[in-house]
């Protein structure tokens, strides 16, 4: 009798495990349906039918919960905001967790993973997607950038060309306002030459002036040798005064 009565305690247990894993699946299921559609597939989806509930929109439960709304929402969107790195950052969170890349959900409950595991992934795609989307910005903004630095050194560039253009065209115009006076100058100056009706004066030769020297600068520098003997002369003279002291000490 004792196992009579345990008997239908393990039976509800294990039929509760039975249908919880049925749940999972079919919510496992339900969570790949809706990730698959497209941008396109769902407008057709929306038009293409009437929906008795708003829960029938999101393939959802009446029973379902405003948190599983919101996440059904949010992977709704995100798929259409994740569309082109999805796939590749969901191949780099699989590869994290050393799982196999082209697994889907159903794989990973069959493998056993926790739905709260099967979030966290889905959490952690998420964030890489993000992080994917952020450095695309980023190099996206960057080449911008250069794009726009690079137009704005050739307008610059052009700039200053049409500038010099603009000083070389003045200087002509200048140049040219002038020709008549250069012209009539130069035509005057030939007629004189010809006419030979200018001065002669202006091109005189220079007459060079010698140098003279005067008779006492010569005096002053005498030769060589008279210029020793008045060395010396100097010399004698201021020995003897030297000597003058030896007298007075005596």
């Given at each position: 009798m004792a196992e009579g009565e345990e008997n239908p305690a393990d039976e509800d247990e294990i039929l509760n495990f039975f249908f919880s894993e049925i749940e999972s699946i079919d919510k496992a299921k339900?969570?790949?349906d809706i990730m698959n559609f497209?941008?396109?597939?769902?407008?057709?989806?929306?038009?293409?039918?009437?929906?008795a509930s708003p829960y029938q929109v999101l393939q959802l439960k009446h029973n379902a919960?405003?948190?599983?709304?919101?996440?059904?929402?949010?992977?709704a969107d995100s798929k259409e905001k994740y569309r082109l790195v999805y796939e590749e950052a969901k191949k780099i969170v699989y590869k994290r967790h050393k799982a196999n890349p082209n697994a889907t959900t159903l794989d990973l409950i069959a493998a056993g993973v926790l739905d709260s595991d099967i979030q966290q992934i889905e959490n952690e795609i998420q964030r890489e997607c993000?992080?994917?989307?952020?450095?695309?910005?980023e190099r996206r903004e960057y080449a911008e950038r250069c794009v726009r630095?690079?137009?704005?050194?050739?307008?610059?560039?052009?700039?200053?060309?049409?500038?010099?253009?603009?000083?070389q065209l003045h200087h002509q115009v200048e140049w040219d306002k002038t020709r008549t006076l250069r012209v009539t100058s130069w035509r005057d100056f030939q007629g004189k030459v010809t006419t030979k009706d200018f001065k002669l004066q202006a091109f005189r030769p220079v007459d060079p002036k010698r140098e003279q020297r005067?008779?006492?600068?010569?005096?002053?520098?005498?030769?060589?040798?008279?210029?020793?003997?008045s060395r010396k002369e100097k010399r004698k003279k201021i020995v003897h005064d030297d000597d003058t002291y030896k007298a007075n000490w005596r």
């Amino acid at each position: 009798m004792a196992e009579g009565e345990e008997n239908p305690a393990d039976e509800d247990e294990i039929l509760n495990f039975f249908f919880s894993e049925i749940e999972s699946i079919d919510k496992a299921k339900s969570n790949a349906d809706i990730m698959n559609f497209s941008a396109k597939e769902l407008c057709l989806r929306l038009t293409s039918q009437t929906f008795a509930s708003p829960y029938q929109v999101l393939q959802l439960k009446h029973n379902a919960t405003e948190e599983e709304i919101k996440k059904r929402y949010r992977k709704a969107d995100s798929k259409e905001k994740y569309r082109l790195v999805y796939e590749e950052a969901k191949k780099i969170v699989y590869k994290r967790h050393k799982a196999n890349p082209n697994a889907t959900t159903l794989d990973l409950i069959a493998a056993g993973v926790l739905d709260s595991d099967i979030q966290q992934i889905e959490n952690e795609i998420q964030r890489e997607c993000d992080e994917m989307l952020r450095k695309q910005q980023e190099r996206r903004e960057y080449a911008e950038r250069c794009v726009r630095a690079n137009m704005e050194y050739e307008r610059q560039l052009a700039a200053e060309q049409v500038e010099l253009e603009k000083q070389q065209l003045h200087h002509q115009v200048e140049w040219d306002k002038t020709r008549t006076l250069r012209v009539t100058s130069w035509r005057d100056f030939q007629g004189k030459v010809t006419t030979k009706d200018f001065k002669l004066q202006a091109f005189r030769p220079v007459d060079p002036k010698r140098e003279q020297r005067s008779s006492t600068e010569g005096v002053k520098r005498g030769t060589i040798a008279e210029s020793q003997t008045s060395r010396k002369e100097k010399r004698k003279k201021i020995v003897h005064d030297d000597d003058t002291y030896k007298a007075n000490w005596r």
